[in-house]
């Protein structure tokens, strides 16, 4: 199983997040932060001039529910997806929550995660669908 899922678009880290975040609430998810982590390691004296966010994303409603079932899968809220640049392109990820939920050792919870990691792929892709 892979661990993550990533895609590439020659789109601008602004532009890419913007439309991220729209596409995201189309999916029921709410961007919490939109972490500058370029900036947060520059404003603490390091030479990182790469540009890369981590937005932290979350569906209350799908929050509540595997809470519920299991409050160890707390420790792998809110879901992450990252926005940086590499070698020219944007590049667009996350851990996939199917791979970490199986770290809860929870199977009842498989169809939670294949359903969030469903609707964050397609939030990912439309967000950069504008690359034609």
């Known amino acids: 199983m892979e661990f993550d899922f990533t895609v590439e678009t020659s789109r601008d880290i602004d532009e890419v997040v913007s439309s991220l975040e729209e596409a995201l609430q189309q999916d029921g998810f709410g961007v919490l932060w939109d972490f500058d982590l370029t900036g947060k390691l520059q404003e603490k004296g390091m030479d990182f001039n790469t540009p890369f966010r981590i937005l932290e994303v979350c569906n ?29 392109q944007t590049k667009v990820g996350m851990p996939k ?28 892709e439309r967000a950069i669908s504008l690359d034609t």
């Open 60 to 88: 209350p409603k799908e929050a509540d529910r595997i809470l519920k079932e299991n409050k160890m899968v707390g420790y792998f809220l809110p879901c992450k997806i990252v926005v940086y640049e590499d070698s020219g």
């Open 97 to 124: 929550p199917t791979a970490l939920i199986n770290l809860a050792d929870d199977q009842s919870l498989n169809e939670i995660a294949m359903d969030v990691e469903k609707r964050l792929i397609h939030s990912i």
